[in-house]
């Protein structure tokens, strides 16, 4: 949960509702209150999306995935972020496949209309491979937000993809469960204790620590990262610094995009569709 999401939990009435009832328990049983507050951290907010295109659903090894798919070309997967789904990059459809692209895009799980009630960011980069794996091999993946943490990830575990465009990619990623456990009511102390479940449940801090891991990633995928330095949602720097990790890699200031609105926004859309499939001396100066 992103800090704007935090302040608008925090405003809600269920919000104020659960800080009220988490503190009160978070005295009396302070374990108890941290795995609830873990328990509601990996249980996104589903908002199904339309999408017009073949559908299909890739089953088994994880949740249930639906998938939409046009075209025929190079592979290039589109990946939404935290509470959201594949419907919000569909004004990326036409333009790759004008740039004569094989697209497809699935809701993650516990997002959308694809199965499963909780997950994380290692579930998302499982995910995104599953994906690949059905689809493949990758030319190329547009990611947003925490899709774009997930795609590092995925990335480091073998997609294989050629080129990554990343719109926005949190890297803090500590920084999103302490800040959601204290918007809650726990204390300092089990919001960290919290932490540490997290930590525990993901294989260990190393495990999805992403500045970490870009740098094994860059061996075979060119980056580039997009970011309006006024996103309210996740900081400029935390872009920055992917960009600072990884060899070679693009960084885009744009003013203006915003976090999610950058989906819709035309410049944007057509700035990341030449960065995924335009020659690579075009990667290479599109800064």
Same mark, same amino acid.
């Given at each position: 949960m992103t800090p704007r999401s935090l302040l608008q939990f925090q405003k809600s009435t269920t919000g104020r509702f659960l800080s009220a009832a988490v503190r009160t328990l978070d005295a009396v049983a302070p374990a108890a209150a941290q795995r609830l507050a873990l328990d509601l951290f990996l249980k996104p907010r589903r908002t199904p999306g339309s999408m017009?295109?073949?559908h299909f659903r890739i089953v088994g090894d994880g949740p249930d995935l639906a998938v939409w798919d046009w075209g025929d070309g190079p592979t290039v997967l589109l990946v939404h972020g935290w509470h959201g789904n594949a419907a919000q990059l569909s004004g990326f459809v036409a333009p790759l496949l004008r740039a004569g692209c094989y697209v497809a895009? +699935? &809701? $993650?799980?516990?997002?959308g209309v694809s199965g499963g009630a909780r997950t994380n960011v290692r579930g998302l980069a499982d995910a995104i491979l599953r994906l690949g794996h059905r689809v493949?091999?990758?030319? !190329?993946?547009?990611?947003h937000s925490f899709g774009a943490t997930a795609t590092v990830l995925a990335l480091a575990q073998g997609l294989g993809a050629r080129r990554a465009v990343l719109i926005a990619p949190p890297v803090d990623l500590p920084r999103y469960p302490r800040g959601f456990g204290a918007a809650l009511g726990l204390s300092p102390r089990s919001a960290e204790a919290m932490l540490g479940r997290l930590d525990a449940l993901l294989g260990g801090r %190393? +495990?999805? &620590?992403? $500045?970490r891991t870009a740098a094994a990633s860059a061996r075979t995928t060119r980056l580039a990262v997009l970011h309006d330095p006024? &996103?309210? %949602?996740?900081?400029?720097? %935390?872009?920055? !610094?992917l960009a600072a990790a990884w060899p070679g890699a693009q960084f885009i200031p744009l003013p203006g995009a915003g976090h999610s609105r950058a989906l819709r926004d035309p410049r944007i859309i057509a700035r990341a569709v030449s $960065? !995924?499939?335009?020659? %690579?001396? +075009? $990667?290479a100066l599109s800064a």
């Open positions: 017009v295109g073949h895009a +699935a &809701d $993650l799980p516990a997002h493949g091999p990758v030319h !190329a993946v547009i990611a %190393e +495990a999805y &620590d992403v $500045l006024d &996103d309210r %949602e996740v900081p400029f720097a %935390e872009g920055r !610094a $960065l !995924a499939t335009g020659p %690579e001396t +075009a $990667l």
